[in-house]
């Protein structure tokens, strides 16, 4: 896991993942009569979860040392 390419590749899918986690709840959020404000910010709290939780598990599979 320390080749860079590879680094690269596990970023750019647990990003594109959690984006797509995002729009799931900003448009769920959007469609259950939060307005748009909320919905967005309730993207960007599924967003961010989801993309911690992804990295902290690709660390924890890979066996990295802190």
Same mark, same amino acid.
């Given at each position: 896991?320390?080749?860079?390419?590879? /680094? %690269?590749?596990? &970023? +750019?899918? *647990? @990003? &594109?993942? +959690? %984006?797509?986690? *995002? +729009?799931? +709840? %900003?448009?769920? $959020?959007? *469609? !259950? !009569?939060?307005?748009? #404000?909320?919905?967005?910010?309730? $993207? !960007? !709290?599924?967003? $961010? %979860?989801? &993309?911690?939780?992804? &990295?902290? $598990?690709? /660390?924890? *599979? @890979?066996?990295? #040392?802190?």
């Amino acid at each position: 896991m320390t080749n860079p390419t590879v /680094r %690269g590749l596990w &970023l +750019a899918i *647990a @990003t &594109l993942t +959690a %984006g797509i986690v *995002a +729009a799931t +709840a %900003g448009l769920l $959020a959007w *469609a !259950g !009569g939060m307005n748009p #404000p909320t919905a967005i910010l309730t $993207a !960007g !709290g599924a967003f $961010a %979860g989801t &993309l911690l939780l992804i &990295l902290t $598990a690709v /660390r924890f *599979a @890979t066996g990295q #040392p802190e």
